[in-house]
Structure formats: C-alpha cells, structure tokens
C-alpha cells in the first residue's frame, strides 16, 4: 500500500492528464452519491438533535438553548466526515476494488501494460484525484443537510429556529469547518488508497474479487476512524 501510494503521487504529476477520465470519475463518485450522503446525513441530524434535546432537558431545564451549538459542532468536526467517508468506502470504495480486482483476474491490466498504458496512472490516479476532491464537497452537503435537519427537530420539539441558529452562530467558527474539511480529505485519499491497493492485489478470480471487495470496506472503515483520531489530535493541537 506504501509502494501504490508513492506511485500514486509519482505518477500523479506526469502528462497527460486525462480530464474526461478524471471528470468520469467525479460525476461516479461525487454527484451520484449525493442521495445517499444527504440522506444518511439528515437523519443523523435529525436523531442528534431529538437524542442531545431530550438528554439535555432531563439534566437540566432550558439547556436546550444550545442545542444548535451542540448539533452543528458534532456535525461540521466529526459525524459529517466520518460518517459521509464511511458511507461512500461503502458505496465507492467497494466498487472501485471490485473493478480493478475484476480487470486484475481477467488480465486486463496485464494488457495495458502492453499498450505502454502505466495502470497506476490510467486507473487509481482519476480515482484517487475524484476521491480526494469530491470527499470534502460531499461533506459539505451532508452538514449543512445534517444541521437543517436538527434545526427542523428543535424547533418542533425544544426550542425556536432563531434560538438555534443564534446559538449556532455563537460556538461555530470557520477552524471547525476547515478541520473537518481536511479530513474529509484525508479519508477520501485513504479509500482511494486501499481500495485501489486491494483491487490491484486481486488473485483467485471471482471468490478473490469478492474478498478484495470486502478488505477494502473494512480496511477503510478500521483505517478512517484511527486516522480520526489522531487528525483530532493533531487539530486540536493546532487550535483548528
């Protein structure tokens, strides 16, 4: 994984750079995984907001007030990255280890070798660049999804919508969003990296496919949440 990934960065950098190929790859990995990353991002607002508001009332009368506070910096830090990476190594990262694993059994790759077509270049740069760039973007969405989505169950439940924006605005700042950013991009390299890895180390035919498949989830997940915490860590140091 450390040799595809110096690779990755080698090769990353040499002409031709195929757009349309890079392009194909956003439009797969990014947009048409907007459903699923609002959705899931929604409801994880949504069960935040109703969960923190009903904890906080029964402790003590009138904390709901920063509900706001409490729901957009749980989202923007850790659940919207985390759980948008997660959700995409599921959908994306799944995908992209079954294509390359398949093309890997079947001596696909074997064949771009002999039309001088480097396959690191050809097939994990596109997906690495999609991954990396698209991750943060989707992250975006799924907070700003996430934090409406608790704004609609605290002012149905707790509290006004112009107290929880208020109290939003009062404990956000913009080294929040940009930590949260910036591990969205590091685990967009990270599912890029193993699922790349594992379709390129694909044996076995169809049983080795379907293994490489599997690795490559649980890899990603194992790898993104030890990676949360030390980028924690590390931003906290650095006061982001």
């Given at each position: 994984?450390?040799?595809?990934?110096?690779s990755?960065?080698?090769?990353?950098?040499?002409?031709?750079f195929?757009?349309?190929?890079?392009?194909?790859q956003?439009v797969k990995?990014?947009?048409n995984?907007?459903?699923?990353?609002?959705t899931?991002?929604?409801?994880t607002?949504?069960v935040l907001?109703?969960?923190?508001g009903y904890?906080?009332?029964?402790k003590?009368?009138g904390?709901?007030?920063?509900?706001?506070s409490v729901v957009?910096?749980?989202l923007?830090?850790?659940?919207g990255?985390?759980?948008t990476?997660m959700?995409?190594?599921?959908?994306?990262g799944?995908?992209?280890a079954?294509?390359?694993?398949?093309?890997?059994?079947?001596e696909q790759?074997?064949?771009?070798?002999?039309?001088?077509?480097n396959?690191?270049?050809?097939?994990?740069?596109?997906?690495?660049l999609?991954?990396?760039l698209?991750?943060?973007?989707?992250t975006?969405?799924?907070?700003l999804i996430?934090?409406?989505?608790?704004?609609?169950v605290s002012?149905?439940?707790?509290?006004?919508?112009?107290?929880y924006?208020?109290s939003t605005?009062?404990?956000?700042?913009?080294?929040?969003?940009?930590g949260?950013?910036?591990?969205?991009l590091?685990?967009?390299?990270?599912i890029a990296?193993?699922s790349?890895?594992q379709?390129?180390?694909t044996?076995?035919?169809?049983e080795?496919v379907?293994?490489a498949t599997?690795?490559?989830?649980v890899?990603?997940f194992?790898l993104?949440?030890?990676s949360?915490?030390?980028?924690?860590?590390?931003l906290t140091?650095v006061?982001?």
């Amino acid at each position: 994984m450390v040799l595809l990934t110096l690779s990755l960065f080698r090769w990353m950098f040499k002409k031709p750079f195929d757009r349309e190929l890079i392009l194909r790859q956003m439009v797969k990995i990014g947009v048409n995984s907007i459903p699923v990353a609002i959705t899931t991002a929604l409801f994880t607002g949504m069960v935040l907001a109703l969960q923190a508001g009903y904890t906080l009332e029964t402790k003590i009368k009138g904390v709901s007030q920063f509900l706001g506070s409490v729901v957009s910096l749980s989202l923007v830090r850790e659940l919207g990255p985390v759980l948008t990476a997660m959700v995409i190594a599921g959908r994306m990262g799944s995908a992209v280890a079954a294509e390359i694993g398949t093309m890997q059994v079947t001596e696909q790759i074997d064949a771009l070798y002999t039309l001088a077509a480097n396959p690191v270049k050809y097939l994990a740069v596109p997906r690495f660049l999609a991954f990396t760039l698209m991750l943060p973007l989707l992250t975006i969405f799924a907070d700003l999804i996430g934090w409406m989505g608790g704004l609609f169950v605290s002012s149905l439940k707790f509290t006004t919508s112009t107290v929880y924006i208020e109290s939003t605005r009062s404990s956000l700042e913009v080294g929040d969003i940009i930590g949260g950013l910036m591990k969205a991009l590091v685990f967009g390299a990270i599912i890029a990296i193993v699922s790349c890895w594992q379709g390129f180390s694909t044996t076995n035919g169809a049983e080795g496919v379907g293994k490489a498949t599997t690795n490559a989830v649980v890899f990603s997940f194992m790898l993104i949440l030890i990676s949360d915490y030390f980028l924690t860590a590390i931003l906290t140091v650095v006061h982001f």
